[in-house]
């Protein structure tokens, strides 16, 4: 699976990078902001079969940058990680097809990566 | 001229007529000499002086002195005095006391005339009983000096605005509220309105819009400077007096200083919006930390190089780790069950709920593993607001703290409630037991027994919750005869609508 990760703290991007990597799984991209996600999601040579996005960031926030490739690319398929369980229904709303409340076990991550690759795969 | 025999009355007669026409209207007549000694005296007389237990017939009271026939309670004479003075005293109102002590009121119209045949100079009176009238003015007057006084003492201002002649009544409140006193605003009745709309230029525009017809009472809040410069606040209720043509042609309203008070709210709403951001920033970033450190260890559990005392030490980590976080998920809860929009009964599958529940607490509380039984039951869904898992969790995780001897034996089971609509979850646990004295005490805020840690937290957010999710919980002794043995968190839930 192409993942691509989006979130302003480094530490966290390493941590998802490793975890993905660890499962088998590519990571194509990442970004710091929603602004920078939004621009390297449309550079990114092939599409992700996951976009990990985290909410809270600088310049543009994650649901911002979730409607607008949503906009763009209805078939994106983007999980929204925050730690403010208040957002989950805008997160909804505007697409993602997941709200996963931080923070949350490198099973949970990996079952719900593999679930969407899944049925991703189903609905191709 | 209409056909009846012309019939003319005797002097005597109309005499009579007379005399019944002045009783019936409470008019008598006296008269006497300035001696004091009576004269003559009328049937009328006789009853407002209330002298007819003593004098059985006018004539009777002839020769007696009038000053035996009352009993004075002003100055002794002084309608003498008066007549004396003047020759002729109009509408003199006399208070005096009957023999009886009773107080009465009477009119006066006094004139001096002179006996026909001495020339003697004569007291010639008319009264009018006004006792009832006096007695109706006094209980009037003391009714507007009783709501004066309530007036004057009252903490707010009382106001009466004319619209065309400006400021006709202020209490004297104004003086403590705005510096202003009652005479300096009345000297110009335009002043107030000046004042008022040079802090509060909408106000101008209110008034003007209140004065056309059909305006009703209402509440408005308008800022007023202070004589001091500084600005206050008020808040006027107003009701607006009109004239027969439905035209407003004053206003009448309280003034209430409510400066203290919004400045207070002010400080209480910033306090709270700066906690709330505090709250919300450490949340934030605690948790992303928290995330880091979970997600980290979790890659170092997966990997084979960790083993031995090594693995369980970060086992312990992780454990402590998701406790914090635990506890930082009920802080969060706080705000969030104040505000109604994130508090949207929905339907929630109850046995996934609780797997969910306890799956949590065997991650953080292994030591319950072998202890901890739940009865699925699929297919059941119950009304609640969304953290309604988040209340379950705590009951359940409150059991296994309180465990006897560290060794939880915690059951859950979902049972059918008295009425169909209704399910009961019954948590039941091996702690020490609630009394009934300190059943109520359990689930408010900050409750904590003994010297256990905590912050109190867990079971006032779980009855908050369950109550927004429209249920109730409540405890019972898991054996009648002994507290001791532990309890039932018994949570009432209704079931979703068709879901029986």
């Known amino acids: 699976m192409n993942i691509f990760i989006v979130d302003d703290e480094a530490e966290l991007v390493d941590f998802y990078i490793n975890a993905v990597e660890l499962d088998g799984h590519i990571v194509v991209g990442t970004a710091a902001d929603g602004e920078e996600a939004v621009k390297k999601y449309f550079e990114l040579k092939q599409r992700p079969d996951i976009v990990l996005m985290d909410h809270r960031m600088p310049i543009k926030n994650g649901i911002e940058a979730t409607a607008e490739i949503l906009n763009v690319d209805a078939d994106a398929r983007i999980i929204i990680a925050s730690a403010d369980r208040s957002i989950r229904d805008d997160a909804l709303m505007a697409g993602a097809i997941e709200f996963k409340q931080k923070p949350f076990s490198l099973d949970k991550l990996l079952m719900n990566i593999i679930e969407h690759a899944l049925l991703s795969e189903t609905c191709q | ?500």
């Open chain 2, 1 to 500: 001229m209409n056909g009846l025999p012309e019939y003319i009355m005797s002097e005597e007669e109309m005499d009579i007529i007379r005399r019944e026409a002045l009783e019936f209207a409470g008019i008598g007549m006296y008269r006497y000499k300035f001696d004091g000694t009576v004269l003559y005296m009328d049937h009328g007389a006789l009853k407002i002086l209330e002298i007819e237990d003593q004098f059985d017939s006018p004539e009777a009271a002839i020769g007696e002195k009038i000053e035996n026939m009352i009993i004075y309670t002003g100055q002794r004479y002084f309608l003498r005095s008066k007549i004396r003075e003047h020759g002729h005293v109009r509408d003199l109102i006399y208070h005096y006391k009957t023999l009886a002590g009773k107080e009465k009121w009477a009119l006066h119209d006094s004139y001096i005339t002179r006996d026909e045949k001495t020339g003697e100079e004569l007291i010639q009176v008319i009264i009018k009983d006004i006792t009832e009238m006096m007695l109706t003015r006094l209980a009037l007057r003391e009714s507007e000096e009783r709501f004066q006084r309530l007036v004057n003492s009252a903490p707010d201002i009382i106001i009466r605005w004319s619209v065309d002649k400006g400021l006709e009544y202020i209490s004297p409140s104004v003086s403590d509220i705005t510096g202003y006193t009652p005479d300096e605003l009345l000297s110009d009745p335009m002043l107030v309105m000046k004042l008022a709309c040079s802090a509060d230029p909408k106000l101008e525009r209110d008034y003007r819009e209140a004065c056309e017809p059909g305006f009703t009472p209402y509440k408005r809040e308008l800022v007023f400077p202070h004589k001091n410069g500084s600005d206050i606040l008020l808040e006027a209720r107003v009701t607006p007096l009109k004239d027969e043509k439905d035209g407003i042609i004053a206003f009448e309203g309280i003034l209430r200083d409510i400066t203290e008070k919004v400045i207070a709210e002010r400080k209480i709403l910033g306090a709270k919006q700066l906690a709330e951001l505090y709250l919300d920033l450490m949340l934030h970033d605690i948790t992303n930390f928290n995330q880091i450190c979970l997600g980290n260890l979790d890659l170092m559990l997966t990997g084979a190089g960790l083993a031995g005392k090594e693995r369980a030490l970060a086992v312990k980590a992780r454990r402590q780790l998701l406790k914090s976080e635990n506890l930082i998920s009920k802080l969060r809860i706080i705000p969030e069950l104040e505000n109604d929009l994130n508090n949207i009964v929905m339907s929630i599958d109850l046995d996934k709920t609780i797997r969910n529940c306890v799956e949590t607490a065997l991650h953080l509380y292994p030591e319950a593993a072998d202890n901890l039984r739940y009865e699925s039951r699929e297919e059941l869904t119950v009304n609640g607001i969304d953290l309604l898992e988040q209340a379950i969790y705590n009951i359940i995780e409150n059991g296994i703290k309180h465990a006897a001897d560290k060794k939880p034996e915690i059951s859950i089971e979902i049972k059918d409630a008295d009425s169909a609509d209704f399910i009961e979850l019954r948590v039941a646990d091996n702690g020490p037991g609630i009394s009934d004295e300190i059943k109520p005490e359990v689930f408010k805020r900050q409750f904590r027994r003994g010297k256990k840690k905590g912050l109190g937290l867990g079971l006032s957010l779980s009855r908050d919750i369950i109550e927004k999710s429209g249920g109730s919980v409540r405890i019972e002794n898991r054996d009648d005869e002994d507290v001791s043995k532990g309890s039932i968190f018994i949570i009432r839930l209704r079931r979703s609508s068709g879901a029986h």
